[in-house]
């Protein structure tokens, strides 16, 4: 089953909205004889690709799988019914498919004759699959948040001060998350300070492209940004307040940025003291565009409002080997943070990448 939970993940941001699965045919001796994963959306299931390398091997083998195998007909014919043609002779399941369309599979399975036994590492099998049960657990997109910190936790030396402070591997890193995500976030004073991309830079070049979001109350992002100018490599799309300025808003939309208007009630990242934007507004409107999971790269402010409206589900924490000193702004304010659970920390070159999971996350993950 670890071997399956490995191979699942070799198929992140390629599969999605589908969920990561990997899976491996055992023969009665002990012998992997199959093993596949699913690679892309659209492409046949790990239960499938397994079988067809076992081949004639699968009689009488056990199949171990990450998640509950399917029983309806989408881009590709039900799992369960290729296993009950295999020959297969026992089923093990990691976690059970919280998705109402697809799950069943365990009892059409042991309906078929076969012996299926589920739980093994499920915890672990749910935590590489995190974004998609916590969809269908929820019906609320999956956010992480991804902060760069230095060891005294800060962000930068001062406000509005753009800083590279992660090493060459944990930007490596924050290439998957984004390829992983469907959209990416940041607020307007991250775009004004650091102008970034949030573009995927990576070899291979990702098969799916990530939406790139704003949240700019004043509709102020500039013409000349990378955002901007680069909408014809990934889509861009700027939430703004109701009353935002209408030759502003017109300026982005002839450059090809697509605006959402919304009531504000929170702060967006603007700055202190100014309103910002409605977050339940905004995630209503990422959830009706089908964005099922979003990867904030926001600062400060953007990040203290997330934490304390209860969005953030996993926080990636990249701890950088500097110290920026009293007059550098810290990456968390609000006191109120809530229960974080450690999923894993490991060295990136000189940094150290810590993974928390809300406590929220973490019910989900172990109930699956």
Not at 51 to 75: F, I, N, S
Not at 222 to 234: M, R, Y
Not at 302 to 323: E, F, K, T, Y
Request: glycine share 10%.
């Amino acid at each position: 089953m670890r071997r399956a939970i490995e191979l699942s993940l070799r198929g992140e941001g390629r599969v999605e909205p589908n969920p990561r699965v990997g899976a491996v045919v055992v023969s009665r001796d002990g012998e992997i004889v199959g093993e596949g994963y699913h690679e892309r959306f659209g492409a046949s299931h790990a239960e499938v690709e397994a079988l067809e390398r076992a081949g004639a091997a699968a009689e009488d083998a056990t199949l171990y799988v990450t998640l509950e195998p399917c029983t309806h007909q989408g881009k590709t014919p039900p799992c369960t019914r290729r296993i009950l043609e295999s020959g297969i002779r026992r089923v093990v399941v990691a976690s059970r498919d919280p998705n109402p369309a697809a799950s069943g599979g365990v009892d059409v399975l042991r309906s078929g004759g076969l012996q299926v036994d589920t739980g093994l590492l499920a915890e672990e099998a749910a935590t590489a699959n995190a974004p998609f049960l916590w969809w269908h657990s929820t019906g609320e997109p999956f956010l992480a948040l991804k902060l760069a910190v230095s060891l005294d936790g800060r962000i930068a030396e001062r406000p509005g001060a753009r800083i590279a402070l992660s090493g060459p591997e944990a930007n490596h890193e924050v290439m998957r998350l984004r390829a992983a995500a469907d959209a990416v976030l940041i607020g307007s004073g991250t775009a004004r300070s650091d102008d970034p991309l949030l573009t995927v830079r990576s070899r291979p070049a990702p098969e799916r492209v990530s939406a790139r979001v704003v949240l700019d109350s004043r509709a102020s992002l500039s013409a000349t940004s990378k955002l901007v100018l680069s909408v014809d490599q990934a889509p861009l799309i700027l939430f703004t307040a109701e009353d935002a300025d209408p030759s502003q808003v017109a300026r982005l939309e002839a450059a090809g940025v697509v605006v959402e208007r919304v009531g504000e009630a929170a702060v967006d990242g603007a700055g202190p003291g100014r309103p910002g934007l409605d977050l339940n507004a905004v995630f209503a409107r990422l959830v009706d565009r089908g964005f099922r999971s979003v990867l904030c790269e926001g600062g400060a402010v953007m990040a203290d409002s997330l934490i304390a409206a209860g969005r953030v589900q996993r926080l990636h924490w990249h701890l950088a080997p500097r110290v920026m000193g009293p007059g550098g702004v810290p990456a968390l304010t609000n006191p109120e943070i809530g229960e974080w659970v450690l999923a894993s920390s490991r060295p990136a070159g000189n940094d150290v990448l810590i993974e928390w999971n809300h406590a929220r996350l973490a019910a989900v993950l172990k109930g699956a």
